[in-house]
Nanobody, 123 residues
C-alpha cells in the first residue's frame, strides 16, 4: 500500500479553476496507476479520472471530459487534477487513489485511498 495525501481543495466560483495534488509516500510510485474520485453529499462515490504508471494513458468520466486533466510527476511522487470551467455540480470531496491495475481504478477498486479534500463551487 501507499500513503496518499491530497491538497488544493477550496471554494471557487462557477467557471473558475482549481488544481488538486496528491502526494504519495512510496518510492515505487511508478508501480501504481493513480485515480481521482469524488463524493458529493448524499451521493455515492464516483470515478473522475485515471492515469497509468507512465502518464501515457488517461481516461475520464464523461461528466468531466474536456474540463479536467489528470497528470503525474513521477520524480515528485505526485498526481494532479487540473479542474477548469468548474460547475456547482462539481462540488464534492475529492479522493486520490492508487492501484497496480488501471482497470481496477476505473471501476472504483483501489489498494490505497487518500483522506480527501473538499471542493466547493459556488453559483
Amino acid at each position: 500500500q501507499v500513503q496518499l495525501v491530497e491538497s488544493g481543495g477550496g471554494l471557487v466560483q462557477a467557471g473558475g479553476s482549481l488544481r488538486l495534488s496528491c502526494a504519495a509516500s512510496r518510492r515505487t510510485f511508478t508501480n501504481y496507476a493513480m485515480g481521482w474520485f469524488r463524493q458529493a453529499p448524499w451521493k455515492e462515490r464516483e470515478f473522475v479520472a485515471v492515469i497509468n504508471w507512465s502518464g501515457g494513458s488517461t481516461y475520464y468520466a464523461d461528466s468531466v471530459k474536456g474540463r479536467f486533466t489528470i497528470s503525474r510527476d513521477n520524480a515528485k511522487n505526485t498526481v494532479y487534477l487540473q479542474m477548469n470551467s468548474l460547475k456547482p455540480e462539481d462540488t464534492a470531496v475529492y479522493y486520490c487513489a492508487a492501484d497496480n491495475v488501471s482497470a481496477h481504478l476505473r471501476i472504483g477498486v483501489a489498494s490505497s485511498w487518500g483522506q480527501g479534500t473538499q471542493v466547493t463551487v459556488s453559483s
